[in-house]
C-alpha cells in the first residue's frame, strides 16, 4: 500500500511537470518564426543535441541485494537523466534518431514501527545506460511539429559492481519548437522496456522507465 501510494504521488509529479513544460513550450512558439518550413511533413534537416530531465524507474532488486534490516522496505527511486541524441531526416515526415543516455536511479530503504515509518535512507544506486536506435514520423503545424518514434537498443544496469546487458525497446513522443535558423527546442516523453529476464542484481523480468526530457538541437 505504502509503495503503491509513492508510485501514485510519483506519477502526479511527472504529469504535472510535462503539463508544464508542454504549456511553456506551446506558449514559447510564438516567438519561433526565425526558422521557417512551410509545415510539418517534411523532417527538419540532420541535427545533434543534448536533453536532461528525470527518469522514473519501475522494477524490484534482487533478494539479497541491498543489505541490511530484513524488516525494512527497499524502493528504486526516479533520478537525473542525461543524453546526447542526433536527428536525421529519412524521407518526407519520416525521421530517424539515435541517442546514448545515462540515468541514476536511487535506491532507498524505508523502516517502520508497525505501520508507522520511522526513517528513509539512501543505500545505493542503479545506473542505467542506453544506446537507441528510433524511426518514426512527424506531424502537426508549422512552426510546432510533434513526432513519435519507436525502436531499440542496448541496455546496461550496474548496482554496487553488478552489471547486466539486455536488449530493449524505446518509445518517444515529442514536439519540436525552432528557436532561431538553426536549432530547436525539444519535449519528450520517453518510455524503455528492458528485459531484464530476472537476472542478478535485477529481480523483475523486465525494467519500466518513463523520463520526461527537454533539449536542444543544432541543425546543419
Not at 500500500?1 to 501514485?8: E, G
Not at 516567438?31 to 519501475?58: I, N, T, W
Not at 528510433?134 to 508549422?142: D, E, L, N, P, V
Not at 547486466?164 to 528557436?179: C, F, K, W, Y
Amino acid at each position: 500500500m505504502k509503495q503503491a501510494d509513492r508510485l501514485k504521488r510519483g506519477g502526479r509529479w511527472n504529469a504535472s511537470l510535462f503539463s508544464s513544460v508542454f504549456l511553456a513550450s506551446v506558449i514559447g512558439a510564438g516567438a519561433a518564426h526565425a526558422q521557417s518550413r512551410a509545415d510539418c511533413s517534411e523532417a527538419p534537416p540532420p541535427g545533434f543535441g543534448v536533453s536532461v530531465g528525470r527518469s522514473s524507474p519501475y522494477f524490484y532488486l534482487s533478494r539479497g541485494a541491498v543489505e541490511g534490516d530484513e524488516r525494512g522496505s527497499v524502493s528504486v527511486r526516479g533520478g537525473p537523466r542525461l543524453s546526447a541524441r542526433a536527428d536525421l531526416p529519412v524521407a518526407g515526415a519520416w525521421r530517424a534518431r539515435i541517442e546514448g543516455a545515462g540515468a541514476n536511479w536511487r535506491v532507498a530503504r524505508q523502516t517502520y514501527d508497525g505501520f508507522q515509518q520511522t526513517a528513509s535512507a539512501t543505500v545505493g544506486h542503479v545506473e542505467e545506460r542506453q544506446i537507441v536506435g528510433m524511426i518514426g514520423r512527424q506531424g502537426g503545424r508549422s512552426p510546432v511539429c510533434g513526432y513519435v518514434l519507436g525502436g531499440g537498443g542496448i541496455y546496461s544496469l550496474e548496482y554496487k559492481g553488478a552489471k547486466i546487458h539486455s536488449p530493449g525497446v524505446a518509445l518517444a513522443a515529442g514536439i519540436e519548437v525552432p528557436t532561431g535558423d538553426s536549432s530547436a527546442v525539444q519535449v519528450d516523453v520517453r518510455l524503455d522496456l528492458i528485459n531484464s529476464r530476472a537476472r542478478y542484481p535485477i529481480a523483475s523480468t523486465t525494467v519500466m522507465g518513463a523520463s520526461l526530457l527537454v533539449g536542444w538541437s543544432h541543425k546543419f
